[in-house]
């Protein structure tokens, strides 16, 4: 072997190709896991779409409310 030969070696692109296994492991864990972005973003959705009708149940229930309360007033004058 010529001192002046350059090139990656055998041991070297293993390594490289281990390390990168290795991480897409994690990063794919990390993604797709129990506490994983995929659910925590399926969780947020549910969470949003649940407070969405929370409010808009609140707001109907406040309407009702006010105008029973404008019917009794008016009936009442």
Do not use: C, P
């Amino acid at each position: 072997m010529l001192k002046n030969e350059r090139g990656i070696t055998l041991v070297a692109l293993v390594i490289t190709i281990i390390v990168l296994i290795i991480l897409a492991t994690v990063a794919i864990s990390f993604a797709f896991g129990n506490n994983g972005l995929i659910n925590t973003a399926e969780d947020a959705r549910d969470y949003y779409a649940n407070d969405t009708k929370y409010t808009e149940d609140s707001i109907s229930n406040v309407t009702v409310y006010t105008d029973a309360l404008i019917a009794n007033a008016t009936v009442t004058q």
